[in-house]
């Protein structure tokens, strides 16, 4: 399974978390993944369960480009001893995640892109702490999608409110 297909069906499937925690690139350097980190992929939709939490269409993509965009270094963070314990740590906290994400996404007023630019960071930043440190990599790597995905879109969106809800966590977490 290629790092490009894996991810676009991941990001489509899973949601934020997990998707602003792997990397991938384009199917013209595809690589095959390691068994952990594949399974990080195909899990994800299991491990957090979110049923109210969206991504916008637009978020997707954004995130998906600078997922392709990917030098070979940042690519190396995609270890199948990062993506273990990636996985050990979903298992564990996937739920937990999901109605934290569920909960904000719900509680926030306004558009899709507010509700997800405030669920996402602040379940970001609650969870983030607890990830282990064998996922550092990973997540230096997501921090960097997040963030270049997030200035894109708040410079592109063609809504003010959108705009300024993607600018605002650009920083990320």
């Keep these: 399974m ?10 489509v499937a ?11 690139h384009s199917p013209a350097q595809a690589v095959e993944l390691p068994p952990a980190c594949q399974a990080a ?10 049923q109210q939490f969206t991504v916008p269409d637009k978020a997707k993509t954004a995130i998906l480009d600078e997922l392709a965009a990917l030098g070979e270094t940042d690519q190396k963070a995609l270890t199948e ?6 996985n050990k740590w979903a298992t564990t906290n996937g739920a937990a995640v999901a109605r934290n994400l569920d909960t904000r996404y719900q509680n926030t007023d306004g558009l899709a892109c507010t509700k997800f630019t405030t669920a996402a960071i602040g379940a970001l930043k609650k969870y983030a702490p607890t990830i282990p ?3 550092r990599g990973l997540e230096t790597v997501a921090k960097k999608v997040w963030g270049n995905a997030m200035r894109t879109l708040s410079v592109e969106a063609t809504n003010a409110t959108c705009r300024r809800a993607y600018g605002s966590v650009k920083a990320g977490w």
């Design 14 to 24: 899973a949601a934020v978390i997990p998707a602003t925690l792997l990397v991938g």
């Design 133 to 135: 440190a064998e996922t």
């Design 41 to 50: 992929l195909t899990e994800a939709q299991d491990k957090f369960p979110a």
């Design 2 to 11: 290629t790092v490009h297909r894996a991810l676009r069906r991941f990001v």
């Design 81 to 86: 001893t990062a993506c273990a314990a990636w």
